[in-house]
Nanobody
Framework: QVQLVESGGGLVQAGGSLRLSCVAS????????MGWFRQAPGKEREFVSR????????YYADSVKGRFTISRDNAKNTLYLQMDSLKPEDTAVYYC????????????WGQGTQVTVSS
């Protein structure tokens, strides 16, 4: 079992920045690839970014590429999402998730943190 707790969300003006954090507890954090997802009101949850267990490979949705940066600190059991040049369409609840290599898909999810970008 892995417990994930996100923080860092809030209200920001368009063009601003936020840094989300996701702290993991339980099993070894470095075992897992990690991802960020988001869900806007009335929309389905969508993929934002993914990072491999070592941090060497990173993937981004086209909508955030060049503006968001995913990173991790395995010594601190923490995943990050640096969000720059924020747009109103980035408004959503952001979730972190852990991908256990022994199974397909993301196995553990955080409770989410709200990001609101005003125009």
């Amino acid at each position: 079992q892995v417990q994930l707790v996100e923080s860092g969300g809030g209200l920001v003006q368009a063009g601003g920045s936020l840094r989300l954090s996701c702290v993991a507890s339980g099993r070894t954090f470095s075992r897992y690839a990690m991802g960020w997802f988001r869900q806007a009101p009335g929309k389905e949850r969508e993929f934002v970014s993914r990072i491999t267990w070592s941090g060497t490979m990173r993937y981004y949705a086209d909508s955030v590429k060049g503006r968001f940066t995913i990173s991790r600190d395995n010594a601190k059991n923490t995943l990050y999402l640096q969000m720059d040049s924020l747009k109103p369409e980035d408004t959503a609840v952001y979730y972190c998730a852990a991908d256990d290599p022994s199974s397909s898909g993301y196995d553990y999810w955080g409770q989410g943190t709200q990001v609101t970008v005003s125009s």
